[in-house]
């Protein structure tokens, strides 16, 4: 699953096999990819795979050990505090000030952005709406929930207006209702800025994002939108049975001959029945030559049903330790 080609003259960053080394740890492995302007891109993976080192490379956060980062066609080393203006960042744990009201910590923040005396109100304003936070601006940041504080802290990372927006695991901790309030929150912004945000929730990422990355012990195992990862995925396919009455080896038999079915594998028979799993190569559907094959036989069949390819299936293959 290569990465996805984007035009140059549409393209917002850059990333030329970057990598990262901590001591005799690599943490991202000469990582290649490119994300296009007005993007949604969701850098997927399990934990320690290597997301948040990526995240604060693309920020300038962290200084890669090798590889090339570009912003809008500058390079990132030559041009670091200008490119760093075009972004906002939001870490895991919004660095918030606890004892402040949130209107008074976001005109600390526009202060420090170097907003205009006379902008720094309105902004705040678009600010509030957008981030669904009107509120809760005359309370204290320290008594908010968690879900607030992360839009505070999506406020500050937008305060400037900035191009790309870098969201480090921003449902994390959220209740069920506090996720999709953020999700909604994400796809407006995607409208108008570059979006890249990283998650370990799969129908977190399948909603909110345009296209998936999906990461693993610092390499990339798949680049594209979900319906294409789930094409790219579906070379190999899964049946499930259950047959009563049948012998392990004269179903294997039997079904092993069928066109297009690679493997035929039978579980342990108990209390008569037989579980067997067809692996079957190529996207045809099997299961109406499997039903004429069993119709043949005297086997009582119990169970049939193919195996969906969904993002967690596919997540779960990609992702192995092995």
């Known amino acids: 699953m290569g990465t996805q080609p984007v ?24 990582i290649s ?27 300038g956060f962290l200084k890669p050990t090798s590889g090339t980062i ?30 402040l009201l ?24 678009q600010l509030a709406d957008i981030c669904q936070i009107g509120d809760v601006m ?5 008594v ?14 937008m305060m400037s207006d900035p191009q790309i927006l870098i969201l480090d695991e921003p449902t ?22 570059t979006v890249v945000l990283s998650t370990h929730i799969l129908p977190e990422a399948e909603a909110t994002c345009d296209r998936i990355l999906i990461i693993h012990q610092g390499t990339i195992v798949a ?16 049946i499930h049975l259950t047959v009563a009455h049948a012998d392990p080896e004269a179903v294997r038999d039997r079904l092993g001959k069928i066109d297009g079915v690679a493997d035929v594998a039978t579980e342990t028979p108990a209390n008569g029945t037989l579980p067997v799993v067809l692996v079957c190569r190529g996207e045809a559907d099997l299961r109406g030559a499997v039903y004429h094959e069993i119709r043949q036989t005297d086997w009582d069949l119990l169970e049939f049903y193919r195996e969906t390819q969904t993002l967690e299936t596919i997540f779960r293959k990609l992702t192995r330790e092995d």
């Not at 140059?8 to 030329?16: A, F, P, S, Y």
């Not at 007005?38 to 997927?44: Q, R, V």
């Not at 990862?229 to 579906?234: L, T």
Request: aromatic share 6%; hydrophobic share 35%.
């Open 172 to 193: 994390s901790g959220l209740d069920p209702n506090q996720i999709v309030e953020i999700r909604e929150i994400i796809r407006q912004i995607g409208r108008e800025k």
């Open 144 to 157: 908010l929930s968690k879900g607030y504080k992360q839009r505070v802290g999506l406020a500050h990372a």
């Open 223 to 238: 680049d594209g939108a979900t319906d294409q990862i789930k094409r790219s995925a579906a070379g190999e396919q899964r």
């Open 7 to 30: 035009s140059r003259e549409n393209e917002m960053i850059q990333v030329e096999a970057l990598t990262k080394q901590f001591g005799a740890f690599r943490a991202v492995n000469g």
């Open 33 to 59: 990819f490119n994300i296009a302007r007005g993007e949604i891109l969701g850098l997927l993976g399990p934990n320690g795979a290597g997301k948040t080192t990526t995240l604060r490379m693309l920020t």
């Open 70 to 99: 570009r912003v809008a066609g500058q390079p990132m080393d030559d041009q670091g505090l200008a490119l760093k203006r075009m972004m906002g960042y939001l870490p895991e744990s919004a660095p918030l000030y606890h004892d």
């Open 102 to 125: 949130v209107f008074d910590y976001l005109r600390y923040v526009a202060e420090i952005r170097g907003l205009r005396a006379g902008a720094r109100i309105e902004r705040i304003r």
């Open 138 to 142: 005359h309370k204290p940041i320290g």
